[in-house]
């Protein structure tokens, strides 16, 4: 008595299942790679890091806790997917000005999360932003002084319990509303005499294209917001080159001062090509 | 066949000490009768952890004159076999469904040991590439929470048989009924109603004691509550906490949950509190009404913020 179901099945050509095979077989290595250090401890992401440090800044002095940057993040991440991560620099610590900041997760399979071009004389004291995290981790943010010295920040953070993933909640949702932003302006909590604080939201799928479609068995390409910029006219805000490891609808809050009264432009870009940009007036916070 | 996945257990149970003490000693799934041909197991309200061997959530079994189906496999390949087993002194009917009512680890991790039954596995159109997304990670992540022995057997095994929207599947003299669900728990819940007795099982679109916990869309779920308790049900099988409870007030306190941490972070939202911040306050006032409320209410804040901040 055969039941009413819609059965979907996998129907693939000979040819197309030998390249099936191929691509799983590269695929399995890729996630075998993400995966397979499973455990995590301080010592195992500490040696990730000193693995991949030579790859990301050459065989430059990196000083720990000089009070330059410091990173911030709960000790345990509550949803795998979405742990929000604070960057604070400290311009008394470094009056010369921090030019980028690079935020590294050890352990992900892509660790090198974002880098941060923070404008000159943009006034940036503090960027939160909201990552993935797939395994206990050291999350570092090291800073790059207008010197050329290289200063950085460690947190320790825990994976999240229980049946939290660093996997998009709502594919279908995320990839329909793609490329909608959202600008939200703030006064500053950071120093009353700044003028503004901003929340730049924008609707991205983030896909870390490490996953088969069920239906093709083929890898899903990545496909995520690679570039981005914040400019209030021709100024240089903050500029950002993101990896897979910043969360679906990548968010940026940051502090900057304002100068005359020129918009906010956002320009960004995803690994498809797609661009996005959208410009919003520069509005007076205090009387918000 | 069965004989040959016992065979294993003891052959694990031999070669690892561990297993030997009371605290490791098989969880047996009691499959109750909750109407004629109804049978439902009731999970512990606790965390996945070795001493539960990851049998925390509900698991109903429906049979009709000719087959019978399964509604979810438990937390632990070791949990499956002992559902099996359940099953088996229950009825020697076929096993025709192993249906799946979500990508959560503690309802499809037993999924392969049905294997050998020829069970097909029934699940929401969007569960392959839910599990697609997170198999990996689940295997990795659930070694630690766990342990190794518990998850030796344990393997992500997809639906092939798959629900869109609405499906009906025949037992033999019984009709259930399946239904996807938009985002909501995830974006990948599917209910069935065992027409005959009336009987439902929300999977975790319904929660009871156990703090509703979120991986989907918090809008979502507050939105199809009404739709949910429209349903004409005698009594509800919930994912998680008493089996059966009454219909549809088991609704009730997970509405009231939602609104309150949904009213709670629109206030931070609107008030310019970042998540981070927010997340610690948020739902607070909730706290003494749910067990695992410190374990998860926390998440549920940070999924939910980020959602509702694009209202
Ligand atoms: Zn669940």
Redesign the interface.
């Known amino acids: 008595?055969p039941?009413?179901?819609?059965?979907?099945r996998q129907a693939v050509s000979p040819v197309a299942h030998y390249l099936t095979l191929l691509v799983f077989a590269l695929g399995v290595l890729v996630?075998l790679t993400?995966?397979a250090s499973?455990?995590q401890t301080p010592a195992s992401s500490e040696q990730v890091w000193l693995s991949l440090k030579d790859d990301v800044f050459g065989d430059r002095a990196i000083v720990l806790d000089d009070g330059v940057v410091r990173v911030e993040a709960?000790k345990r991440a509550?949803?795998?997917?979405?742990v929000?991560v604070?960057i604070f620099l400290d311009p008394a610590k470094a009056p010369e000005g921090v030019k980028t900041v690079t935020m590294i997760i050890d352990v992900n399979p892509a660790p090198v999360a974002a880098k941060f071009d923070i404008g000159k004389d943009a006034g940036i004291t503090h960027i939160?932003t909201?990552v993935r995290v797939?395994?206990y981790s050291y999350i570092r943010a090291i800073a790059e002084t207008a010197d050329g010295k290289l200063h950085m920040s460690q947190t320790f953070i825990k994976?999240?319990?229980?049946?939290?993933?660093?996997?998009?909640?709502?594919?279908?949702?995320a990839l329909a509303?793609m490329g909608?932003m959202?600008l939200?302006q703030?006064e500053s909590?950071e120093n009353m005499s700044k003028a503004e604080e901003l929340q730049l939201?924008i609707?991205h799928p983030n896909n870390s294209g490490l996953?088969?479609?069920?239906?093709t068995q083929y890898f899903i390409p990545a496909h995520f917001v690679d570039k981005l910029s914040v400019s209030q006219g021709d100024r240089l805000i903050l500029a950002m080159e993101g990896g897979i490891s910043i969360?679906e609808?990548p968010?940026f809050?940051f502090d900057f001062t304002a100068q005359g009264k020129e918009p906010l432009k956002v320009i960004a870009s995803d690994t498809e090509g797609k661009q996005f940009e959208s410009e919003w007036p520069l509005t007076t916070p205090v009387s918000n | 066949m069965s004989t040959l996945t016992r065979r294993q257990i003891l052959g694990w149970a031999a070669s690892s000490a561990l297993i030997h003490t009371p605290a490791r000693a098989a969880v047996e799934p009691k499959l109750s009768a909750l109407a004629d041909g109804v049978y439902a197991f009731t999970g512990a309200e606790e965390?996945?952890e070795p001493a539960n061997q990851g049998a925390i959530c509900n698991v109903g079994l429906i049979v009709g004159t000719?087959s019978a189906a399964l509604i979810d496999s438990g937390g632990s390949y070791l949990e499956g076999v002992e559902l099996l087993r359940a099953v088996r002194e229950i009825t020697d009917k076929p096993l025709r469904?192993l249906i799946n009512t979500h990508m959560?680890?503690?309802h499809i991790f037993g999924n392969a040991a049905f294997k050998e039954t020829g069970a097909q596995i029934?699940g929401h159109?969007?569960l392959?590439?839910?599990?697609?997304?997170?198999g990996?990670?689940?295997?990795?992540?659930f070694?630690?929470?766990l342990g190794e022995e518990l998850m030796r057997g344990v393997e992500i095994i997809?639906p092939?048989?798959?629900?869109?929207d609405r499906?009906?599947?025949?037992l033999?003299d019984r009709k259930l009924d399946l239904r996807a669900w938009q985002?909501a728990h995830?974006?990948n819940d599917l209910t069935v109603m065992d027409r005959t007795s009336g009987t439902f099982f929300a999977g975790d679109l319904v929660f009871l004691g156990h703090l509703p916990?979120m991986?989907?869309?918090l809008l979502?779920w507050m939105r199809q509550l009404d739709e949910l308790a429209a349903i004409a049900a005698s009594g509800v099988v919930p994912g998680h906490g008493p089996s059966p409870s009454a219909w549809p007030d088991a609704i009730a306190p997970e509405r009231r949950y939602f609104e309150t941490l949904a009213s709670d972070l629109r206030a931070a939202i609107k008030a310019?509190v970042?998540?981070?911040e927010a997340?610690t306050t948020a739902g607070q006032s909730e706290r003494a009404k749910w067990k695992l409320f410190d374990?998860?209410n926390?998440?549920n804040?940070?999924?939910a913020y980020?959602e509702l901040?694009?209202e």
Not at chain 1, 3 to 8: I, S
Not at chain 1, 167 to 172: D, E, T
């Open positions: 008595m039941a009413k179901v819609k059965v979907k996630v993400a995966y499973a455990q709960p509550q949803d795998a997917a979405i929000p604070d939160s909201r797939n395994d994976a999240s319990g229980g049946c939290s993933a660093p996997a998009a909640k709502n594919s279908k949702e509303a909608q959202k939200r703030f909590t939201m609707r996953q088969r479609d069920p239906l969360s609808d968010n809050r | 965390m996945m000719e469904y959560h680890p503690d029934v159109t969007n392959p590439a839910a599990l697609e997304a997170r990996a990670f689940y295997l990795q992540s070694r630690r929470q997809p092939t048989v798959l629900v869109a499906t009906e599947l025949d033999g985002p995830t974006d916990t991986d989907g869309s979502g310019g970042p998540l981070a997340v374990e998860y926390e998440r804040a940070t999924t980020a901040e694009w």
